[in-house]
């Protein structure tokens, strides 16, 4: 039995250090913009570590980058 496409490659769990080099925010910021929801929400996996999905910060930045090259575009 095959398992569907999106199993094919698991998506990657990425701690702190790891989201704020890819995104280039502060802890402090990240932990901001999760609280009013402009950011992805981080997960529990288990005991006290903090962990976000790598598709959603991916898909943040990409959101981020578009909105930026859209808005510096004055017509």
Do not use: Q
């Not at 402009?38 to 976000?52: E, L, M, Q, Y």
């Not at 959603?56 to 004055?74: A, T």
Request: proline share 7%; net charge positive.
């Amino acid at each position: 039995m095959n398992a569907p496409a999106h199993f094919d490659a698991p998506d990657r769990l990425l701690r702190l250090p790891e989201v704020s080099e890819m995104v280039g925010l502060s802890k402090s910021m990240i932990y901001r913009k999760m609280r009013d929801g402009s950011f992805p929400a981080a997960i529990k996996p288990g005991g006290v570590s903090t962990r976000w999905k790598e598709s959603e910060v991916c898909r943040w930045v990409e959101k981020v980058s578009e909105n930026r090259i859209v808005g510096s575009h004055h017509g």
